[in-house]
């Protein structure tokens, strides 16, 4: 006997699916924003169903720290060149030095808020009219308010009060000139989604998803990988622990967690346990206020 | 495992946020962090968890302790997962509650004990309708705050009823709870030993998703057509989109809407790899055996079964604007992924939120008022009935001069 049902995993799948077709299908120039981690590698996976045996039809953009951990960049070149698909790469260091943004100082130093001016730039050097990113609605307050095509101004900005209605499946990527549309297409995934799904579809991730010994610090309960990026003083102690990441961002604010978990299942098992969230325990820069995430994106963040 | 997607409604105040947030609590689907962060600044005035800034996200929305926008939460129990909307009760913010209304499997549609049906209970209601929704549950909140709470339940119980007889409303469900003190909610509480019927999440556990989809008209919109154009792929043309209803298969004879043309699939593809068929909602690539001209917005459905194609459809409108609607206007209707040039050609009646009557031909349709109009379209467009099938049988309206959405448009 057939059935027609699908388990709801191929539901979300085949729902971002439909978003990156209409994305190809509505916008002139976009672009797919790659970094290597988790979530942008299961963007690049589902593109590829979408558009196999073509090509696919924007190019993958990197907007680079120079904070970012050495294997998730070596991840994503390898990536990048498995797929024959074709990589930008902007580097925020090139816009402070040409906007001449300063940098911010202290212990950990992030360039999370300079990474909005490259990101800008790099939208307007190319006339990008919607750039695909891989965030989930349930990874904080504000992107769960946010709709699966986000149109910002032409700073980028977000404006929350006034989304424009987003109504059954039908996406409305018109905007005017100067605008561009943030397109969300694994919205609503979850964290353990995206886990399941790895491990069904077999996806290769860098490795430091994974259990490996690291030199860290501590700080205010956090373990921060010790890199040429960060501040360490003398009353820091420098840790040798076994930890893997849950997402991966700069090494400046994403923090580790001691972890024995060498496989995909070990990491489900680890993820149905845990009593918290994936930003809560890994994101520094989401502790500092109650709408951090909200005003960073009316300012144009991703 | 499968998924159910909810949404809450009802008037503000009525408890949605507080409803969630305690669903949430009660069934261990928050995380230490965030109840750390809701310590740090969600204390009610008698020192309980506010657990309505679980869904409030919003800077604005916090400061004024209302719900603007739809928040979306995930959970999930050892036996469903959850996707639940908490959408806004403002009237002004109806079109937010739209947005999350267009998606749901079910809405629970919240009423004040002390209040019973009030005005935003009816609109909700109307728009579950309109929108078949099809599982309602109709909450009855704050039953601690009210005294011989039995019969006060009972008497709401009634009214609404009556109210929905005027209405095609699907698998309608009544229960009474206090979100506040979590009666009722995960488990059934003894609170009220006048009610016998199961809590919250156990109806919410155990409703049919009966499948809002329709599998016997197969619908295929073209969303994007894939051409390699390598030597490997010289002569490959794909039609990339979703199955939106039915089933298609190999071999079958179809038509292309609206040019009418016809022929035969070649082969569907998913992930690059040939299946024999495809159904409802999967997405898929389809190969036809003759070289016609299709693009996206192009509809492919069975020869047999062809929708009407027509340059006049008879509509409902919710509108979504600020700027008035009037007869004569022109926006963009788009249909899947078809968009057509359009004119509202005639204003028929508004239905009255309140009392559901009808007032003919109204010179102007504002913000939240739901419209019986006549469109004409530039070109043909192919078009379900909305009963008959959702995803071909509605519509979005687009301003064309600022581009925004401004009305669901519901076919009649
Ligand atoms: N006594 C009582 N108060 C409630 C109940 N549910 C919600 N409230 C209170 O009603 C107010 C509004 O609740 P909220 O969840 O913000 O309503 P919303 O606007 O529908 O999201 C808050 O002060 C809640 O604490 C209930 O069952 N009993």
Redesign the interface.
Known sequence: MTT?????L??L???S??IL??V??QFERPALLFSGGKDSLVLVHLAL???????L?FPLVHIDTGHNFPEALSFRDKRVEEIGETLIVRNVEDTIIKQNLTEPKGKFASRNALQTFTLLETIQEFEFDACIGGAR??E??????E?IFSVRDEFGQWD??L????????Y?G???KGENVRVFPI??W?ELDVWNYIKRESIALPEIYFAHQRSLIEYQNQLIAVSPFIQIDDDDVILSKKVRYRTVGDMTCTAAVASDAETIDDIIRDILG????ER??TRIDDKVS??AM??RKKNGYF | MDLLKFMTAGSVDDGKSTLIGRLLFDSKNILIDQLDALERVGKNKNGTLDLALLTDGLRAEREQGITIDVAYKYFSTPKRKFIIADAPGHIQYTRNMITGASNTDLIIILIDARNGVVEQTKRHTIIASLLQIPNVIVAVNKIDLVPDAGSVYESIKRDYVKLTKQFSLKNVNFIPISALNGDNIVENTRSFNWYRGPALLEILENVTIENNINLVNARFPVQYVIRPQTEEWLDYRGYAGKVTSGIFAVGEEIIVQPSGISTIIKSIEQDGKPVKQAFATQSAVIQLEDDIDISRGDLIVKKDDALKVTNEIEVIINWMDRKVLVQGNRYLLQINSNITPVVISDLQYLIDVNTLEKHNSPSEVKLNEIVKASIKTARPVAIDSFVNNKSTGAGILIDQTSNVTVGAVIIQ
């Open positions: 027609f049902s699908t388990d709801y191929s539901q799948e085949s729902e699916i439909h077709r209409e190809a299908g169903k979408a558009f196999r045996p073509g090509k039809p609605r349930d904080e307050k504000a992107r769960a308010k709709r929350p009060k989304q424009r209605p987003e109504l059954w499946n039908i409305n018109r905007i005017n919205s609503n979850t845990s009593r918290t969230s809560g325990e109650e709408a909200e005003d």
